[in-house]
């Protein structure tokens, strides 16, 4: 194609080719000391060393030399709250209690589209500084803060997943939708934004406290309906989330179960934390092939405890678990930089 944009970049690659808990580390990725990434109208064409790549490329297309940085692809946050922007990091709680007082209170400004769309913006491009160029992400229950969101992503050609949080209970009246509002608006939701540009909707009751057992009910009618969605939740975030929520459905046997009866845990479940699943819950996640989005900084902020990482990369039954940065419980929005000291103990 004469018109064709061609762009090139020399630097170190680095590619990952498997599980490093479930293969050896070294053979899990391959490192290109001295690279070259050729793109042809933002598709890349061709990957690998600089001497063997360059003499292919016509003598007139430039190369942008990076050399003594790496280049990799752009990274995946699993979990992060795109409405929690302003608060990243406000101290001093525990989960539910840092909820109530610092969280909700900042969504309800999402009812407002402006500030909405003024905080979208901040977030989409303070993604693309620190190298993420897909996530998971929590709107608030408003749709026109999914359609912010979705709008600066579309600007940005960014590979976002999210949806509206659906809460009909145990949370203030200004973020509480219904069973029925709940699963019109998203569906709505659906319809406008899921597979327009690289966008994805992400089906997002927001945990099983949150919702009533006729709010799961309806978003397991919309899974079936769109089976081609991501369904994304948080449990067993903290010892105190899994007492409450159990309280609230006692004829279920754990907290996945909750999930499970509802035809929530399968094949592109994203469950968020489950720092404080069982050995039985860790199996049938495997068992569903549900994903975990592990996020070690908010963990440790919050106090929340430590997700038991290599029970999850048990190889007799291995589970696909991603990083999230968890804005804004997490500290810091990039994947690479993770806090590594509590800010309380365990127990």
């Known amino acids: 194609?004469?018109?064709?944009?061609?762009?090139?970049?020399?630097?170190?690659?680095?590619?990952?080719?498997?599980?490093?808990?479930?293969?050896?580390?070294?053979?899990?990725?391959?490192?290109?000391?001295?690279?070259?990434?050729?793109?042809r109208n933002g598709l890349i064409e061709a990957v690998g060393p600089y001497g063997r790549v360059r003499a292919s490329l016509p003598v007139d297309v430039p190369v942008t030399d990076y050399s003594g940085c790496i280049l990799s692809a752009g990274f995946i946050d699993t979990h992060v709250h795109y409405v929690q922007t302003e608060m990243i990091a406000s101290p001093g709680k525990h989960l539910l209690q840092w909820v109530n007082d610092y969280i909700y209170p900042a969504e309800e400004a999402f009812a407002d589209e402006a500030h909405a769309r003024a905080v979208a913006k901040v977030f989409c491009d303070t993604l693309i500084r620190n190298g993420t160029t897909t996530a998971c992400i929590y709107c608030a229950v408003y749709p026109q803060s999914v359609d912010a969101l979705f709008e600066e992503a579309l600007k940005r050609n960014l590979r976002l997943v999210a949806g509206k949080c659906m809460m009909d209970r145990n949370v203030p009246e200004a973020?509480?939708?219904?069973?029925?509002?709940?699963?019109?608006?998203?569906?709505?939701?659906?319809?406008?934004?899921?597979?327009?540009?690289?966008?994805?909707?992400?089906?997002?009751?927001?945990?099983?406290g949150s919702s009533t057992p006729a709010q799961l009910e309806a978003a397991g009618a919309l899974w079936r309906e769109y089976p081609d969605l991501i369904l994304q939740t948080h449990i067993a975030e903290s010892r105190d989330e899994v007492a409450f929520a159990t309280s609230l459905f006692p004829e279920r046997k754990d907290l996945l179960d909750i999930y499970d009866h509802y035809g929530l845990v399968k094949r592109r479940t994203?469950?968020?934390?489950?720092?404080?699943?069982?050995?039985?819950?860790?199996?049938?996640?495997?068992?569903?092939?549900?994903?975990?989005?592990?996020?070690?900084?908010?963990?440790?902020?919050?106090?929340?405890?430590?997700?038991?990482?290599?029970?999850?990369?048990?190889?007799?039954?291995?589970?696909?678990?991603?990083?999230?940065?968890?804005?804004?419980?997490?500290?810091?929005?990039?994947?690479l930089r993770r806090s590594t000291t509590p800010t309380r103990s365990r127990r």
């Open 270 to 335: 994203m469950l968020g934390h489950c720092v404080w699943f069982s050995d039985s819950e860790f199996a049938r996640a495997h068992e569903r092939d549900a994903s975990i989005a592990h996020c070690p900084t908010s963990n440790l902020f919050l106090g929340s405890g430590l997700f038991r990482l290599r029970v999850a990369k048990d190889e007799k039954r291995p589970i696909h678990v991603g990083l999230g940065t968890d804005i804004g419980a997490g500290t810091i929005f990039s994947l």
């Open 175 to 208: 973020l509480r939708d219904t069973a029925q509002s709940g699963y019109d608006q998203s569906k709505a939701l659906i319809d406008k934004w899921h597979g327009k540009g690289r966008l994805l909707y992400a089906i997002t009751p927001r945990w099983a």
């Open 1 to 39: 194609m004469p018109d064709a944009h061609v762009t090139a970049l020399r630097g170190t690659i680095v590619s990952f080719t498997g599980d490093p808990f479930l293969v050896d580390p070294a053979n899990s990725f391959v490192h290109e000391p001295d690279g070259l990434i050729v793109c």
